[in-house]
């Protein structure tokens, strides 16, 4: 969905799923900030400010989601 280091320009809310919000350690290991169910939302911030993103977000199971995009 989401990596690291790519530009942010959308948010979205998972509708039904689940996501895995993480990033890579300095020294390769995978960590976990957080697990999205059914109504949480992530990179809200990146829609507002366009900055590129801090962590990857990856889907874990079928999910149905809505994008929100900046446009301009």
Known sequence: MYRCGEAGKEMCIVLSGGVKISALSSDG???????????????????????????????????????LERTS
């Open 29 to 67: 290991k995978e960590i976990i900030f957080d697990l999205l169910s059914e109504g949480d939302f992530c990179g809200e911030l990146n829609l507002l400010d366009g900055k590129p993103r801090t962590a990857t977000v990856t889907t874990l199971v079928p999910s149905v989601l809505v994008i």
